[in-house]
């Protein structure tokens, strides 16, 4: 074996299989907890909802050690975006609290639209090139970025017109009840509920877990979504009083319970909404 890595000036070090554990879990829990940091920190609902981040740690070379449990997508490619920084960059060059935001699809990312103004002027611009002749990148960049702004503040308006005039429809969470509310716009909010137990029997089902990785799973969902209603909102997790009608689907058969909630809504929608 040679005492060096092959194409790297990188000396081998011989470790014992403990040591490589105990630095192993080490470096993990650094991934994770980096990972948490970027969730927690988040005002997005994609990245609060679906956990669509990475964090990870590499070496000098741009080698992954390891990743946050996060999106598979980006499962390998924070390495291949360190290599491509570092083929622009030399690493004496980059220091403590340096940035790098990149999306160039040779050097490592795996998810190029994210800078939209840039990619879609620049398409624009070939086009236009193309067609009429016309070459002028930074009026069409101008462009494309008040379209996007524009666009940006219609759909935040949008959603309170729409719903407005929308035909009756059915919201699954995303704080909607004190969104609508603020809005003006007239709901009847249910909060379904289960026992414990069996909401674990249903995870183990749906994902086939064990029991415990089940309720591990079904803890750590359920904190996200608290934390991410009370930080949203002003109200408070699950507490009755911001609903119109509290349901636990563990005392009788959904389809009786279906049953149920739609003689609810048939019998006092009219006066309901006419209150709000």
């Not at 192993?24 to 829990?29: C, E, L, P, V």
């Not at 049953?259 to 309901?272: A, L, P, R």
Request: aromatic share 10%.
């Amino acid at each position: 074996m040679k005492n060096v890595i092959e194409g790297l000036n990188i000396p081998r070090v011989k470790v014992d299989p403990v040591t490589l554990q105990v630095l192993g879990g080490s470096f993990k829990m650094i991934a994770q907890e980096m990972g948490m940091v970027l969730y927690r920190m988040s005002y997005s609902s994609i990245i609060r909802e679906s956990e669509d981040i990475g964090a990870g740690i590499v070496d000098t070379v741009g080698r992954q050690l390891c990743e946050s449990e996060s999106t598979p997508m980006h499962v390998g490619s924070i390495g291949g975006n360190v290599k491509g920084i570092l083929t622009r960059w030399k690493l004496e060059d980059i220091h403590e609290g340096d940035i790098f935001i990149h999306n160039h699809p040779f050097h490592g990312t795996s998810h190029s639209p994210d800078i939209n103004t840039y990619i879609g002027s620049t398409a624009i611009n070939y086009f236009t090139l193309a067609l009429f002749g016309i070459d002028n990148w930074f009026l069409w960049f101008i462009i494309f970025a008040i379209v996007q702004i524009g666009n940006t503040m219609l759909g935040l308006k949008g959603i309170d017109k729409f719903a407005s005039f929308a035909a009756p429809c059915i919201i699954v969470g995303r704080c909607s009840n004190y969104v609508l509310e603020n809005a003006k716009i007239p709901t009847i909010d249910v909060f379904v509920a289960a026992n414990l137990e069996d909401r674990i029997k249903n995870i183990m089902k749906r994902k086939h877990l064990s029991h415990e990785k089940a309720k591990n799973h079904l803890i750590k969902k359920e904190k996200c979504r608290e934390s991410y209603f009370n930080y949203y909102t002003s109200y408070e997790w699950g507490k009755p009083q911001y609903y119109d009608l509290c349901v636990n689907t563990s005392s009788m058969d959904l389809d009786d319970l279906v049953d149920h909630v739609e003689s609810y809504i048939n019998t006092n929608i009219s006066n309901h909404i006419g209150k709000k």
